[in-house]
């Protein structure tokens, strides 16, 4: 640096230095390298050093440590004749540091060339502070903003024109930031508008709305919208509105879906006729709902846990705490119990509650019970159609056993009926034939014709009623004794008992076809009785035909499997049909066709037994066709219905 | 000879003549002793009761009927079953009964035969004639 001047020399001629030592910043100046020539008194209050020691390089050296590299760039801009500027910490007269803005300026001659530099230093320090802590609590607001994601915006009335963040815009999905004559209406949902428009400001002057915002997409999405109204028109209306946006439509989802929650909940309980309880096992309190309350026939909604236990019936009271103990607190689970007891209601009546109790233990993972939640039902009609159902079950097993009692006590004597028959009938009837035998071969000689012939009508009604009796007997044994449940090959049974027929009667020209392989299951001694009968009519009621034919086959009728034994021999008339399986009912005169009538009703009782049907069709001189069903599989039989075969 | 006896127990007094008449047409040479029920029966047998007094000796055979009064036909023939005297007599079931299951329990009970009694008094009297002459003269006792 030059040293042309004396330090601190103010030059008289110099006017300006006096001004400058008048301003109330921190003015210099400097010869043309850089060199301070002159400080202002400010200079020297700042710094707290004699003007002397600011010369020169003095003022240089008042700046921070750490901001000294700062002198090699201001000694370069000296070299260019332009204003410049920086800024530095500066050591005060207290030794503290301050931040101080420095400007530096070249003074020309009228021909151009640099005479001087004039510098001022701005202490800057208090309005950096003030900057800095503007600036910090901006970054909080908007710090505030971002994570609550709250938008602000400001709307000019009358002319509705609408400014907004970034938030906002998104929040009210709004294509520009700027919207000139902005019409909340056409976004706004209907429904909150109104309510909106006729909100009440608190006692700031503050609205809150909750409204529904349109997006472009169609969907509404709920927002929070808080704001204030600032000037007043000439319309009572304020010329200005700022506001902050906030969605809200998870929240708001959540309330609704909370609430729908709850809705269905009470209309579940109200369905059930559930009621609930809580349970704040500290307090020792019980809070019931109403129909808890009537369940348990109290009017209190709170009661202590003895009040509660109270409400049970005292018969049942012992066994209740005994169950909820021991499912409570002696199980493993220890979060559910589930008990029933009676109430004693006010007119008397007890009615019977069920509930359900949930137990929750606290957060801390120990085995103390905090809260209990349940429900309680009345199942008085249940526990009532219960005892029913246990009372009619006995009744109706006493009376099952009773019948079965009954049934097989009239079995029994409907066998010593037969069996008396089969003795007590036939003495007195071998005693009248014998005697009249005894009769002709002793006297016969003394007797005239006509008491020959006499005496034979008694032996043939003898006769008669001796296959009479027969017959009882073959009916009555038919069906006697257990049911075997065997296959038994009916195709097999009615070959061999048509061949017998044949051999028996050897002139009888009859021809017969029989499907192969019908199989039933049955008892095969009854079966093969019911066969040789209903063979044996066809047999004989085809005595009077050239062409006599016996068929034995199966077909569906109706989806069921039958089997069939046809003939085309004298048939009968379909208006008797009724007649065909009664006992001793006969659809032929003796000299047409002889026979006791015995013979389908065994047929029908054999079937009967076994669970299956059996109807005859025929015509006169056309033949007749005897259809049954039988069991087609070992199955036990229900309702007569027998499960299909394929043939 | 000994003179042979067959005792018939029958309730029925018509079976009874109608019996004896063809015992007799058979020509069965034997006395035929008639009692009327199964007490009667046992009585005669082992000498009880109103037959205490009784000393001649035991019949040749025993014409059985099953339904008697006081003692059944079957309640004889085991008395006379578990008695060593009347062990081996023996019996014909000669009943109204063709019933399979007196059948079976007549021959499981020791009888030696087990005879229906037809209706038709020609065949009984062919009956009663294989009955006498079998078991009087063919069969040899044990």
Redesign the interface.
């Known amino acids: 640096m030059a040293n042309e001047t004396p330090p601190n020399a103010l030059s008289p001629a110099d006017g300006a230095h006096l001004s400058i030592d008048l301003l109330p910043t921190m003015a210099w100046t400097a010869t043309p390298a850089g060199h301070v020539d002159f400080v202002n008194q400010q200079c020297c209050a700042f710094t707290g050093l004699p003007r002397e020691q600011l010369l020169g390089t003095g003022m240089a050296e008042c700046m921070h440590p750490d901001d000294q590299a700062l002198r090699q760039k201001i000694r370069a801009q000296f070299t260019e004749m332009r204003p410049f500027e920086y800024e530095s910490r500066m050591r005060r007269h207290d030794g503290e540091y301050a931040r101080c803005l420095t400007r530096i300026a070249p003074v020309l001659d009228s021909a151009g060339s640099l005479v001087k530099w004039i510098g001022t230093t701005v202490d800057v320090e208090n309005m950096r502070r003030a900057t800095d802590e503007a600036r910090l609590q901006e970054e909080h607001l908007q710090l505030a903003l971002e994570s609550a994601d709250v938008g602000i915006w400001r709307l000019k009335l009358p002319s509705y024109d609408l400014t907004v963040d970034e938030r906002t815009r998104r929040h009210l999905d709004l294509e520009r930031n700027e919207i000139i004559g902005y019409r909340p209406q056409d976004l706004i949902h209907p429904q909150d508008f109104a309510r909106s428009a006729s909100q009440i400001p608190d006692a700031n002057g503050r609205f809150v709305t909750e409204h529904r915002v349109k997006h472009r997409d169609g969907v509404y999405r709920w927002q929070a919208i808080h704001w204030r109204g600032w000037g007043e028109g000439d319309d009572g209306m304020p010329t200005l509105i700022t506001g902050t946006s906030m969605d809200v439509t998870p929240r708001k989802e959540a309330e609704a879906e909370a609430e729908e929650l709850g809705h269905r909940y009470r209309i579940a309980l109200s369905a059930a006729e559930l009621g609930t309880f809580s349970c704040d096992a500290e307090q020792g309190l019980m809070h019931l709902d109403e129909r808890t309350r009537a369940h348990l026939g109290t009017n209190q909604p709170v009661l202590t846990f003895e009040q509660c236990l109270a409400c049970v019936y005292e018969l049942d009271r012992e066994r209740t705490v005994r169950e909820v103990r021991r499912q409570l607190f002696e199980s493993g689970q220890r979060t559910k119990a589930t008990i029933e007891f009676r109430v004693r209601h006010g007119d008397g009546e007890l009615r019977w509650v069920s509930s359900q109790l949930h137990a929750s233990a606290p957060e801390d993972g120990s085995d103390r019970i905090v809260r209990l939640i349940g429900v309680t039902r009345d199942i008085t009609e249940s526990k009532r159609a219960e005892e029913k159902v246990q009372r009619l079950n006995v009744d109706l097993e006493r009376r099952v056993q009773q019948r079965t009692a009954e049934l097989t006590a009239a079995n029994q004597e409907l066998e010593s009926f037969a069996y008396a028959v089969s003795h007590d009938l036939r003495a007195p009837l071998r005693a009248m034939w014998g005697f009249c035998d005894a009769l002709i071969e002793d006297y016969g000689h003394t007797l005239p014709d006509e008491a020959h012939g006499y005496l034979q009508q008694v032996i043939d009604g003898s006769r008669h009623l001796g296959e009479i009796i027969e017959g009882l007997l073959t009916l009555s044994r038919s069906t006697r004794g257990t049911l075997r449940r065997d296959p038994v090959d009916l195709s097999s049974i009615a070959a061999k008992a048509l061949n017998e027929l044949a051999l028996v009667e050897p002139d009888r020209q009859v021809t017969w076809t029989i499907q192969p392989a019908l199989v039933a299951y049955g008892d095969s001694r009854m079966i093969d009785a019911a066969m040789r009968n209903l063979l044996g009519n066809a047999w004989k009621y085809t005595a009077n035909r050239r062409d006599a034919t016996i068929r034995v086959y199966g077909e569906h009728i109706d989806g069921k499997f039958v089997f069939c034994v046809e003939d085309n021999g004298a048939g009968f008339n379909m208006e008797h049909a009724e007649k065909l399986f009664q006992p001793f009912q006969r659809l032929h005169r003796q000299d047409e066709f002889s026979g006791l009538g015995i013979g389908l009703a065994t047929v029908q009782r054999i079937i009967h037994r076994h669970g299956g049907q059996v109807c005859g069709t025929g015509a006169p001189d056309q033949g007749a066709v005897f259809r049954f069903s039988l069991p087609l599989s070992n199955e036990v039989v229900t309702n007569g219905t027998e499960q299909e075969r394929e043939t | 000879m000994t003179k042979r006896t067959v005792l018939l127990v029958e309730d029925?007094p018509?079976?009874e003549l109608?019996i004896l008449?063809a015992l007799r047409k058979a020509n069965v040479p034997a006395a035929i002793d008639v009692v009327r029920d199964g007490q009667q029966a046992v009585d005669y047998l082992f000498r009880t009761g109103e037959y205490s007094q009784r000393t001649e000796q035991l019949p040749s055979l025993v014409l059985l009927d099953i339904?008697l009064p006081k003692l059944s036909g079957f309640d004889v023939l085991k008395r006379m079953r578990a008695e060593p005297n009347t062990q081996l007599l023996p019996v014909v079931m000669f009943?109204?009964?063709?019933?399979d299951d007196d059948r079976l329990r007549a021959y499981s009970s020791g009888a030696n035969s087990f005879v229906s009694?037809p209706?038709?008094?020609?065949e009984?009297i062919a009956s009663a004639g294989v009955l006498g002459t079998y078991w009087l003269s063919t069969n040899t006792p044990p």
Not at chain 2, 95 to 99: A, F, L
Not at chain 2, 119 to 122: I, K, Q, S, T, V
Request: charged share 35%.
């Open positions: 029925n018509q079976d109608l008449r339904n009943t109204s009964s063709d019933e009694k209706l038709e008094f020609a009984f």
